[in-house]
């Protein structure tokens, strides 16, 4: 299991890895964050 970045940027460079079998989990409590937001668009 390899871990995504926690924020930032950095979560950005880690999307270029994503497969289509992988699993992303998202905890979040308040808010959507700009950087969930992206990886939940980019999943779809």
Do not use: N, W
């Amino acid at each position: 299991m390899e871990r995504t970045a926690k924020s930032g940027h950095e979560i950005y460079e880690s999307m270029i890895h994503f497969e289509k079998e992988d699993c992303l989990v998202i905890f979040q409590y308040v808010k959507l964050l700009p950087e969930s937001k992206a990886l939940l668009d980019y999943a779809r």
